[in-house]
C-alpha cells in the first residue's frame, strides 16, 4: 500500500469513527433530555398534585370536622346544622380527592385506599346529617351526640379516613422520590446521566485529536468546519451539564414538599386538637353521672392530658405551596432543549462530513 | 486464555428460564377479602400454606372497603378469583347477577349438616366456603362474678337480670358504637330473642322479609330487650354510655375490680378482646377468667360466617376453594390459638386449647343454627334496623313509630331483593 492510499483510508477511518461518535452522541443526548423532561413534567404535571392535595385534603377534613363539632358545641346547629365552613371544608377535601385521584402516582394500592377514603367520607357526611336531624328533635340531643362522635370516629379511628389519607400520602411521596431518583420506569434510571456526557467528550477529544493531525499531516491552518463542530459539541457538553442541574431544581422540589408537608401536619395537629377537645366537653354535657363509657372515657381523658397545639398561618402554608408549583413548573422547563439538543449533533455531524470532504476527495484519484 | 463465553451466556439463560418457570408454572390465585393487619396475617398463613401444598402462588388484597371495591372490580369485568365475603348476602346478591360460580363439581359429595345448607345462601347449590365462623348466641361473664347458676329459662335471665339491678350491681355491658354500622349489637339481641321465643320458622320468615315489622312476636322481641336494658342501672353508664362505647371495648368492664358489669351478649370473636392485659398485667383466659352460656331457650343458635366464592372458575381457584373446604385448611387459623377463630367442619378437632372454646366449636357443628338475619336481609333494611336499635336505646318509648318505620321500609324493598335462606339442622 501506497503512501497516499494509506492517508486517505485513515482520513476515512477517521471520518467513519467521528460520525459513529457523533451517532452515539446522539442517541445518549437524546435519552438524557428526555428522561429529564419527562420526569420533571410527571413531576410537576402529577406528581406534586398527588402529593400535596393528597396533604390539602387531610387538613380540609380535620377543619371540616372541627367545624361541624364548634357548630354543635355552640348551638349554632339548632339553626344553621353544622355550618358553612364544614360544607366549604367538606367540598374542598372532597375536590382534592378528585384531584388525587387524577394525578395518583401510588397505583393499585393508591387507587384503592381512595375507594376505601370515598366509602368513609360518604358515611361521615351521612353521620353529621344524622346528627343534625337528632340535635334538632326534642328528646333525641343524646342521640345527635352520638352521631357526632360516630362521625369523628370514621376520620379519626385508626384505619380511618385520616390514617388511610396518611397512608395515601406517604405512597405518593414515596412514588415521587423513586420519580426523582430513578425518572420514569420506562426509561432508564436518571442516575445514569452523567454516562450521556462520554460520547460529547470522546467525540470532543476527537476532533482535536483529528485537527492535530491535520495540521501536522498537510501543514493546513485550523479546519474550519471540524472547529465549528468542536465548538457545537462544546457548547452541547454545557447543555447536558446544564440538564444535571435541571435535576437539581427537581431536588429542590422534593425538599419544598417536604416543608409543605410538614406545615399541613402542624394544621391537622391544629385542627384536632381543637376539634376533637370540643367533642369531649359535647359528649360530657350529654352523659349521665356514672360517665360516658370506657371507650369515651378514655378519649376524654386523653384529650384532657392534651394542651393547645399551633399550626402555621395559612398564608404561609399556601405560600410554600406556591413555591413547590413554581418550582416543578420551573424544572419542567426545556427552553427548547429537546429539539435544539437533535438539532445541534446533526449540525455536528454536517460539519464533520463537510470538514474531511476536501481532503478525502484530494485523495479520491491517487488510491 | 480462551473464553467460552456463549456457553456462559447459554448456562445463565437456562438457570434464569429455570428459576421463572419453577416461580409460575402453576400459576396464580388473585384472592379478596376484608382482613387487614393482624387478621391478614393470619389467613396468609392459611394461603402459604395452600401454596406450599399445591405449588399455586397466590396474590391477597385485603381492603376494609371491600362492598365497594368487589362491586367495581365486578363491573369493569376483572373480578379476583375467589372473594371472600364477611356475610351470606353479599355472596347471595352476586350469585343473583350471575357472577359467581357453583361448588358442586368443585367440592364433590360434602359432608351433610346445617353448614351445607346455610353454604347454598337460599339456592339449590353450594355458592360458598366457610373460612371462618362466629357464635352470636352467647352471654359472656367473669367466672368469678356471676352469681347463682346460668339462667336456662328467659325468666331465669329476666329474674337474674332485674336482681342484680335491684342490688345495685350493674347487670349488662353494652356498646353500640361501631360506625358507620353502629348499633348491629342490638340487632343481635332481638335476633336472638326472637328467635328463641318465636322459633326458627318464624325467624327465617321475619329475616325473608315475610313478617310485618309489627307483628306482635317482633314487637315482643324488642320490649324483651327493653326490659333487660332499659331500666335504670340496668346497662354501665346508662343509655348515653351504651350509644357511646364502641362495641370492642363494651366487655372490658367484665374485669376490673369492682366489675362494671357482669354480662356481655355477644359473638365469639368477642374473646380476642377480653384477653387484653388488665391493669395488673395479667391476661384473662377463657374458662379460668371468663365463660359463657348459651342464649336461653330452644337449642338453635344465630351463627355469622365468612364466606369465600368462587367468581373465576380457573384451575387455580378451584384448587383454592377445595384446599379452604378441607379440613386441612380449616385447621390452621384456629390453630393460631388466638382463641376467636373457629372451624365450620366437625372433624377439625385437637385445636381449642380450652373448654369455653371447645363448647363453641361445639355449639356452632352441632344442632340448629340460622345465620344472622340483618346480614341477609337488603342493605337497606338492615341500615334501617341499625339506626332504629339506636332510637329506641335513646328513647324506648318511640317503638310502635319506629316499628311502623321499618314496616315502611320492608314494603318498600322489592320482593326479589329479600333472600330465603332457611336455618341449617
Known sequence: MTRTSRTRARLVRLRAALLAGT?????TSVWAVRIVQD???????????????????????????RAAI?????????LA?????????????????AKVAEANQAGGGGAGRLQVVAGLLAAYASAIGQADAHYRQPGAETLGAADLWYASRLLHSPGGVLEQLSGLQADQRQAMVEQLDEGSPALPPLWLLPVSLLAPIAVLVLLGLTQWWLYRWFRRRLNLSLLAASVVTGGLVVALIALLGQQGDLDDVRTRTDVVLADRQAEVAKNDAAGQQMLASVLTSRCEAAGCGVTVGAFQTAQRAGGVVLGRAQELIDADTQRVVAGAATAAESGGRELLVPAAVLAVGGLVLLGLYRRIDEYRYHA | MRTHRPLWILLVAVLLGGVACSAGAKGTVT????????????????????TDKTGIEFDYRGTRAL?????????????????????????????????????????GEQPTGSWQTLEKVGTRQQYGVAVKADLKSAVWYATANLPGPKPVTWADLLALSGKLTADGRTPWCLGLGAPPTSGWPGTDWIEDILLHTAGPEFYQSWAAGKVAWTAPEIRKAWTDWGALVTPAGAVRGGAAAALLTDFGDAGRPLFTTPPGCLL??????????????????????????F??????????????????GLFNDTPQARELMKFLASDEAQRIWPGIHRGNVFSVSKTVTGVYDDDVNRRVAQTLTEGRLCFDASDLMPAIMTDAFYRAVLEYVNNPGRLTDLLQQLETVRRSVPAVDWLDVPCGQ
Open chain 1, 23 to 27: 451517532l452515539l452522541m446522539l442517541v
Open chain 2, 291 to 308: 365463660d359463657f352460656f348459651r342464649f336461653p331457650g330452644p337449642q338453635v343458635a344465630e351463627v355469622s360466617a365468612d364466606l369465600a
Open chain 1, 39 to 65: 420526569t420533571a413534567e410527571t413531576v410537576r404535571d402529577r406528581t406534586t398534585d398527588a402529593v400535596l392535595e393528597t396533604a390539602a385534603a387531610r387538613a380540609a377534613l380535620t377543619a371540616a370536622d
Open chain 2, 67 to 107: 362492598d365497594q371495591v368487589l362491586t367495581s372490580d365486578v363491573q369493569r369485568g376483572t373480578p379476583p378469583d375467589v372473594a371472600v365475603l364477611p356475610n351470606p348476602g353479599s355472596l347471595a346478591g352476586y350469585v343473583r347477577q350471575g357472577k359467581l360460580k357453583p361448588l358442586g363439581d368443585v367440592l
Open chain 2, 264 to 289: 356481655e351478649h355477644q359473638a365469639s370473636f368477642t374473646m380476642g378482646g377480653y384477653r387484653l392485659p388488665r391493669a395488673d398485667g395479667t391476661t384473662p383466659e377463657p374458662a379460668k377468667d
Open chain 1, 81 to 97: 346544622g353544622p355550618g358553612q365552613d364544614y360544607t366549604n371544608q367538606l367540598a374542598t377535601a372532597n375536590q382534592s380527592l
Open chain 2, 31 to 50: 384472592v379478596l377479602a376484608s382482613w387487614t393487619g393482624a387478621e391478614e396475617d393470619d389467613f396468609r398463613k392459611v394461603l402459604q400454606a395452600f
Open chain 1, 70 to 78: 364548634a357548630s354543635f358545641a355552640s348551638g349554632e346547629v339548632a
